[in-house]
């Protein structure tokens, strides 16, 4: 068990529709990471949180936003949902000092988008 | 900006015989590689990474990856292969400079089968 959760499991939302995925790090991690991982791809990086602040981004527009609370859980909140938003979004969390080399990751939440 | 990639979309094999997943890696500087097993309904679990030193870097459940520089490759190996290694393995790169704010760069996956 890496220790990292999110939630929920599954949901199904309808275009256009607002959705917000939640996600508690491994006890002593302080950097939450989001990964995208569409039907038969690997997981595309989102962005990255650490002391609250979005650290880096990758190449997905600003419909998708995130934040971190103070001890270090991060929401994900995608909003005016497309048909392509569906897909499997994964939380990866680590710490600073040491990078994604001590990456642990959750199990995921589904989500489809009718 | 850094890339692996994965050749084989599925690999098929017996069990009890070696398995190899491949990967190429294309980056600047040195890479850290690393590889992830993914079952179904379930999140990525780390296997094994590479960062400097030895090219056979040993890993959890058996499986080990051999580094080679001249090839950029770093293929995912395992001398005998198990009906429950059956899963989707990703290989992937480190991204970024900076210390701690690095992503990882995944390949497509390859999907390993493995017959009784």
């Known amino acids: 068990d890496a220790g990292v959760t999110q939630s929920p499991t599954h949901l199904i939302k309808t275009r256009g529709q607002q959705v917000t995925l939640r996600c508690s790090p491994k006890s002593g991690h302080d950097t939450v990471s989001w990964y995208q991982q569409a039907l038969g791809q690997g997981p595309q990086f989102i962005f990255q949180?650490?002391?609250?602040?979005?650290?880096q981004r990758g190449n997905f527009p600003d419909r998708f936003s995130g934040h971190q609370f103070p001890n270090y859980s991060s929401e994900l909140n995608v909003n005016a949902l497309l048909l392509g938003d569906s897909a499997l979004y994964l939380c990866?969390?680590?710490?600073?000092?040491?990078?994604?080399?001590?990456?642990?990751f959750g199990p995921g939440t589904r989500l489809t988008v009718l | 900006a850094q890339s692996v990639a994965q050749p084989e979309d599925q690999v098929n094999v017996a069990e009890g015989n070696p398995l190899t997943v491949k990967c190429t890696y294309s980056v600047s500087g040195n890479p850290y590689l690393f590889w992830y097993v993914q079952y179904p309904n379930r999140g990525l679990q780390f296997l094994l990474k590479?960062?400097?030193?030895?090219?056979l870097v040993k890993g959890s459940y058996g499986f080990e990856a051999e580094f080679n520089k001249s090839q950029t490759s770093f293929h995912l190996k395992k001398p005998s292969a198990l009906v429950s290694d059956s899963a989707l393995y990703f290989c992937a790169v480190r991204d970024g400079w900076r210390t701690g704010f690095q992503k990882l760069v995944f390949g497509t996956g390859t999907r390993l089968l493995v017959s009784p």
């Open positions: 990866a969390s680590s710490l600073v000092d040491l990078g994604p080399d001590t990456q642990y």
């Open positions: 949180y650490y002391e609250e602040e979005e650290r």
């Open positions: 590479y960062i400097t030193g030895d090219n």
